[in-house]
């Protein structure tokens, strides 16, 4: 059974400083994704990382993939209040393609 | 350009009344998915259907049943609500493997 974890859960952090949002999942997989979610709102879709080594970046955020670790990480350069939210990684597992979710990190960004 | 749409957005339910949440795609998608979203636990999956004319139980399926009704339609039916299927519901669909999946805007459902 495939398992995905995040951390931190929960992430309070000030403007303008970096951190990273960690995602290990227990089994090979090549496709992991990365997701947004405002409260009361659906999600949002962020990043697809497809082969190892990957690395995406969309303004502040930045997204990588280690398949052989089995590790994605999120890093959020120089903080903006407006990224306060929900980031929640997902593994796409086996043949007959689920996608299995972290827990979510909630992320707080303090002015 | 609707992606996926839920219909009810809010539903209230007393324990033992029955109900069906619609999901809609007009992305030509093969498959689709129903998950639920509880507090502190991500998402997960009940139900999905691979390919119209096909379903196969998710991670948490017990007290739920679902129909394909063709290639754009994935309803997941509730025959007797609990309260601890108060969630929130999303409907997922996605092309293939490596594509992305797109959700809808959710159902919140409360059993009281």
């Known amino acids: 059974e495939l398992k995905v974890e995040q951390n931190p859960l929960f992430l309070s952090m000030q403007e303008g400083k970096n951190y990273t949002i960690y995602c290990n999942y227990s089994?090979?997989?090549?496709?992991l994704y990365w997701y947004r979610q405002d409260p009361g709102k659906s999600l949002e879709s962020l990043f697809v990382l497809l082969s190892n080594g990957a690395v995406k970046q969309e303004g502040r955020l930045m997204a990588s993939l280690d398949t052989k670790a089995r590790l994605s990480t999120l890093h959020i350069t120089a903080a903006v209040h407006d990224l306060s939210a929900t980031y929640f990684c997902a593994v796409d597992s086996g043949s007959a393609r689920q996608l299995t979710f972290g827990s979510g990190t909630q992320l707080t960004v303090l002015p | 350009n609707a992606g996926v749409t839920q219909t009810p957005k809010f539903q209230v339910l007393k324990t033992g009344q029955s109900m069906t949440l619609q999901c809609a795609q007009d992305m030509n998608h093969n498959s689709m998915y129903w998950y639920r979203q509880d507090p502190g636990m991500g998402l997960r999956l009940i139900y999905y259907?691979?390919?119209?004319?096909?379903?196969d139980k998710g991670e948490v399926p017990n007290g739920y049943n679902v129909s394909r009704l063709n290639k754009r339609e994935f309803s997941l039916r509730l025959e007797s609500a609990a309260p601890s299927q108060t969630s929130v519901y999303f409907c997922a669909s996605s092309e293939s493997r490596g594509g992305g999946y797109t959700f809808g805007s959710g159902t919140r459902l409360t059993v009281v």
């Open positions: 259907s691979a390919s119209e004319g096909t379903t």
């Open positions: 089994t090979t997989s090549d496709r």
